[in-house]
């Protein structure tokens, strides 16, 4: 198969780019399908749901593709009122229509999956193909939606190569002396859909003490940073008998997929505090602190 670029006319006999190789290409602008913008969803007068304007990234698959489906506003179709006692959760949804794969038109389109009533509800599944738009918790005996409330929105769409922000952040909060071996403080898992360059920040706010005694005293302990269960960094922290908070930062490329990373603490030349919240002197630190920051794409 010959490809043409995106942007070059057709030629007579018909080769140019075709609506595979334009869906190809946006899955290389894209790192997810989700809502890209606007689609609000609120409650009505009926049991249909208002969508406002907006646009998200529909697939029916890696093999076929994203494409950019815009919503001009309006309602969903109606589904049934809650004839329970129990609240049920209703998902809202938005897929692209494909006559060339079997659709009956081509049209961008909204839908609601009803959910079933319990006193502890869980999401129903939507269509395959579907971009989940926000959940909407229906209040038992509802005959409208006017009283429906977004219980969570749909996955938002990342643009290939962005930052996706703070992905983790884990704290560890206990007040007491630490160990002489390794010691779990805090950890954090996250998935990555491609290989991505992260941060970490660890930030730790601990006071010399005497190793198996507590007394306040100089010296230094022992902190590492493991990703996937490897030592990654080692560092040694001096320590003081004031409390005092220290930040240090790791950068490393991670490929696609679930990750785990632990911050440890041991002793060094004494015995280690942990403080967070207030201390005896209502002072206020910040705990043991592990930030994960997705810095973007790499190659």
Aim: hydrophobic share 40%; with cysteine.
């Amino acid at each position: 198969m010959a490809n043409v670029a995106f942007g070059v006319r057709q030629t007579a006999s018909g080769i140019g780019t075709t609506d595979t190789d334009i869906r190809h290409m946006l899955a290389h602008k894209w790192l997810n399908k989700g809502v890209v913008g606007g689609l609000q969803v609120s409650g009505g007068s009926t049991m249909a749901y208002n969508v406002s304007a907006g646009m998200a990234i529909c697939s029916r698959g890696a093999s076929d593709g994203f494409t950019e489906a815009y919503w001009s506003g309006g309602a969903t179709p109606t589904v049934e009122a809650n004839s329970s006692s129990n609240p049920r959760i209703d998902v809202i949804w938005i897929t692209a229509h494909d006559m060339s794969q079997g659709d009956t038109d081509n049209l961008v389109t909204i839908g609601v999956t009803k959910g079933t009533a319990a006193a502890s509800p869980s999401a129903p599944t939507i269509p395959t193909y579907a971009t989940e738009v926000a959940r909407m918790l229906l209040p038992g005996g509802a005959t409208s939606t006017g009283s429906a409330v977004v219980l969570s929105v749909g996955p938002r769409a990342v643009p290939y190569g962005s930052s996706m922000g703070i992905i983790a952040n884990a704290v560890y909060t206990a007040n007491g002396v630490g160990a002489a071996i390794w010691t779990n403080l805090c950890s954090a898992t996250f998935s990555l859909p491609y290989v991505r360059l992260l941060r970490c920040d660890v930030i730790t706010s601990m006071q010399g003490v005497q190793a198996g005694v507590g007394t306040p005293s100089d010296g230094t302990m022992h902190l590492r940073l493991l990703v996937d269960g490897v030592a990654k960094m080692t560092w040694e922290r001096q320590l003081a008998t004031a409390t005092t908070v220290e930040s240090v930062p790791y950068i490393e490329k991670m490929s696609a997929g679930t990750h785990t990373i632990v911050l440890q603490g041991a002793d060094g030349i004494s015995g280690w505090k942990t403080y967070y919240s207030t201390d005896s002197n209502s002072m206020t630190w910040p705990g043991q602190v592990l930030i994960v920051t997705d810095m973007g794409s790499v190659l």
